[in-house]
């Protein structure tokens, strides 16, 4: 189990950047794969991204070339850089590890799916405006 928590949110124009942090607490941070999701209201949640032990990164197609996953291990802390920030990029923004495992399943958009990952963050919000 790992204690997770998010922070960098905020208000930004289309266009703007902001760079999302994540938090870890725990012994076994190296051990799990970390990945960053998003839930808007009345929408399901979706990945965004995703490194496992090997570096590896994977994005959602609607993301990529826009957004970076990062992690610093030394520090126990994942980061997502977000670039060319859109208004539908809009919504709650979730770290979380993995369930006890080097791997996740991919969902039909090419992100992490939820069903791979246990422990999660409270969540940050990000808002893009137009």
């Known amino acids: 189990q790992v204690q997770l928590v998010e922070s960098g949110g905020g208000s930004v124009q289309s266009g703007g950047s902001l760079r999302l942090s994540c938090a870890a607490s725990g012994y076994t941070y190296s051990r799990y794969c970390m990945g960053w999701f998003r839930q808007a209201p009345g929408k399901e949640r979706e990945g965004v991204a995703a490194?496992?032990?090997?570096?590896?990164?994977r994005y959602a197609q609607s993301v990529k070339g826009r957004f970076t996953i990062s992690q610093d291990n030394a520090k126990n802390t994942l980061y997502l850089q977000m670039n060319s920030l859109k208004p539908e990029d809009t919504a709650m923004y979730y770290c979380?590890?993995?369930?006890?495992?080097?791997?996740?399943?991919?969902?039909?958009?090419?992100?992490?799916?939820?069903?791979?990952?246990?422990?999660w963050g409270q969540g940050t919000q990000v808002t893009v405006s137009s």
């Open positions: 490194i496992d032990n090997d570096g590896i990164t």
């Open positions: 979380a590890a993995s369930d006890g495992g080097n791997w996740y399943v991919l969902d039909s958009r090419g992100g992490p799916h939820p069903a791979s990952f246990a422990d």
